[in-house]
């Protein structure tokens, strides 16, 4: 059953990440029928080829109410919202009491992962392109997103549930533009639409299994109108980290995150030799016995631990790794223990560390 449920993730996944260009015929078929269910008659579509092109350009003859710096209080995705709780509702129902331990896998399996894919690796563009505090528009792109309905599909496939034809119907029209386009912003006569990305470059994370945005050749993302954005492990960063990154960048760099994401795209040790940082100390690693721990001063109030991941890397490869640590050690162990949050006496007692 756990590979009928990696099958179908995968399905999702593959549909929620897609580069084609939309199905426009079917996303405004759909959506048009959306509409109908709210008592309202089919929008006029404007299609975009991004979400940035979406946030910034407003439609002929949108009233100011309804732009987009106000998302938050416009009425329809609150009523599309309603919508989907009512469906949610009902087919839960029709879940109740049923093989729980197979939902619990949907859950885990299909659900979960689909929806940490899909906020790693779509939800950074729009995050990025909002003028306005993400946490106030973010409800309406959660909905959008297919985990939900990627979850009641898989209790039809998998767990043999049954709804309703109308439940069928209404899941089918949410399934049919989470597998056709991509955001869309619904508005009393006009309905925004974005087309797909053109590209993305994903990697799957080690420790849950989760898909995110990554590349370290140049943006992660990008659609059909040039607007991309960088990404690496996951982290947004600026171009020049993946495209460009050198020492005095680094130095003059004020995030911490981003200033750790270059660093790792130039390597620690070469970063370490260019950016000539002093070694304070080394010492053998007791919680990954055979390699070593060396503590470097970055002259920045802050210190460089570099060490060996614990663990294999998928080509079977131990990775080198460096950590900021605040600049007052000058003991690798106590580092060490620092980053665990624990003493260095408490850390060297370790077994062996992931």
Known sequence: MQREAAKIREQWLGW???TLPADRPA???AISELYDLIGLAPPRFHWVLSPLAALVTEPPGVPARESVARLPGWPLPARFSALIVELCYGL???VEGRREPLERLIRQEIRFPVSQSVSSSLLPPLQAAH???FYQVSRWYSRQAPSWVAHYDALRRLAGVEFTAEQRRRLGLWETVARSCGWWWPRQDVCVVSERPTFVHTETAADDGRVRLHHADGPAIGYADGWNLHSWHGTQVPAWVIEDPDVRRIANEGNVE???CAIE???WASYIEQAELRLVS??????NPGFELQLYDMRRETGVLLAVNGSLERDGHRRRYGLTVPGYFDDPIAAAGWTYG???EQYSLLLRRT
């Open 16 to 18: 929620a990440l897609s």
């Open 27 to 29: 996303a405004e078929a």
């Open 92 to 94: 839960d129902r029709r």
């Open 131 to 133: 003028d306005v505090p």
């Open 258 to 260: 981003v200033r750790r």
């Open 265 to 267: 795209r130039i390597g």
């Open 282 to 287: 080394v010492a053998p690693d007791p919680g």
């Open 342 to 344: 624990l003493s260095g």
